[in-house]
């Protein structure tokens, strides 16, 4: 990674998600008081005294067990660990010195790199007390806080930012490059979607639905391309969502959707488009994203003559009226056609940069108009005059007329189709107005 970087962590349930929101001075990762909630690692900049620096977030700690999860977790905490420049190693005062804390305190004796032993949760003089005997795990750097409040944070920061050198350069998050969020129903292959691409194991993958539950941001920079990825949770039916814990995941999942240029919505080849699906593409296109479908587990399904070409065809009919949405058929295991959907997803984001010079525009939609009339509104023709496209993020274009309350949506759909015909928005939800001239 650019940049100096800081890894938090500790066992499960000392609250290194609350100290790293709280660095962040934003809630970037999902906090609950039931253990386990992170999984995979989360990274997110931090400022302090004009110095920014990397901060990655872990799952709680167990060493020897077999359960999946907690396997899992153990694996990401290793690489962030072996990421970092200094290590926050955190505690919780409320239960003192437990096994799993002599645990990884025996880890972190074996690093070379600086070690802040952090004991959480000290927001009174009784505790303070109490908090002493963390001393006795033989950390020089021992610091009292409580991450709730943030009460003893700056002390801490204050001595982390004395390790950042000059030659280590600031961690910077660039706004211009493309941003790609990985969204669909749980178990589709998000995860494994990222980690085939990336080359490395960066999200826990299992069958267990709900895996994921924050979203995960992973900058690639490979084969000269550069954008970040973003991992998100499955987004299912609200009647399905039944744990608090998948309902913030699937609020961050939309949040995602928010923050991205281009969304790639992952379909599972077998299931086919559900009701949940066209629902999760609704809200992409809503909020004026760039659209790529990938269907997913392709290699499962059986083939004939024209097998991709008639799913192809009853996919646009259910995603219609806006059916110029790229469709890549993908497996993830085998890793077919995988590169293939980023380039497209990379085309989409060109398309919605895209910028019509005014002459042009108005030459050729023009000329459609007059090809096809509005229709006549209580005897007076509509006429439009002119077309010209907004200074808006995504593509918005507005028309010039007389009536424009009049324009019905077959002729709104019909300019749009020209828009389409005649420049290459695909993949891109157009915004369409009519305004009085």
């Known amino acids: 990674m650019a940049g100096f970087t800081v890894a938090i962590v500790g066992r499960p349930n000392v609250g290194k998600s609350t100290l790293f929101n709280r660095l962040l001075e934003q809630r970037r990762a999902i906090v609950d008081d039931q253990s386990g909630v992170t999984r995979d690692r989360q990274y997110g900049i931090a400022d302090w005294n004009g110095k920014t620096f990397n901060v990655i977030d872990t799952g709680g700690f167990v060493s020897n067990s077999d359960d999946v999860f907690e396997r899992e977790i153990r694996k990401q905490a290793k690489v962030a660990m072996d990421e970092a420049n200094v290590l926050v190693f955190m505690c919780d005062v409320t239960t003192g010195i437990t096994d799993l804390d002599a645990d990884v305190a025996n880890l972190l004796r074996r690093t070379s790199k600086p070690v802040y032993l952090v004991v959480n949760k ?184 024209n097998t991709a070409r008639d799913y192809e065809k009853q996919l646009k009919t259910r995603l219609a009226p806006f059916s110029d949405v790229p469709i890549v058929f993908t497996s993830v295991v085998e890793k077919q056609r995988i590169f293939k959907a980023i380039e497209v997803a990379l085309e989409v984001f060109d398309n919605r940069q895209r910028k019509i010079q005014t002459s042009k525009l108005n030459d050729v939609m023009l000329k459609a108009i007059e090809a096809f009339h509005p229709p006549v509104v209580r005897g007076t023709p509509i006429r439009i005059k002119y077309v010209t496209q907004l200074p808006t993020h995504t593509p918005a274009f507005a028309f010039f007329c007389n009536l424009p309350e009049d324009v019905k949506t077959p002729y709104r759909n019909y300019l749009e189709n020209q828009i389409r015909t005649n420049f290459d928005f695909k993949g891109v939800p157009l915004k369409i107005f009519f305004r009085k001239k």
């Open 122 to 305: 000290v927001d009174n003089s009784q505790r303070q007390l109490e908090a002493n005997e963390f001393y006795s795990l033989g950390f020089d750097k021992t610091f009292f806080l409580s991450s709730m409040t943030g009460s003893g944070t700056g002390e801490l920061l204050d001595d982390i930012v004395t390790n950042i050198t000059d030659d280590m350069g600031d961690a910077t998050l660039n706004n211009d490059i493309p941003k790609i969020a990985i969204i669909g129903q749980p178990n589709v292959g998000k995860s494994s979607l990222l980690n085939a691409l990336v080359g490395a194991d960066r999200n826990i993958v299992s069958d267990i639905a709900g895996t994921t539950r924050d979203t995960i941001h992973t900058r690639y920079n490979m084969f000269q391309k550069d954008f970040i990825l973003i991992d998100t949770a499955g987004i299912r039916r609200k009647n399905k969502v039944n744990e608090d814990l998948e309902f913030y995941s699937v609020i961050r999942a939309i949040k995602a959707v928010d923050e991205a240029d281009v969304v790639m919505l992952l379909l599972d080849a077998e299931k086919g488009v559900t009701a949940q699906d066209l629902s999760i593409f609704s809200l992409a296109v809503r909020k004026g994203k760039g659209v790529v479908v990938l269907v997913n587990k392709w290699d499962l399904v059986e083939k004939g003559t």
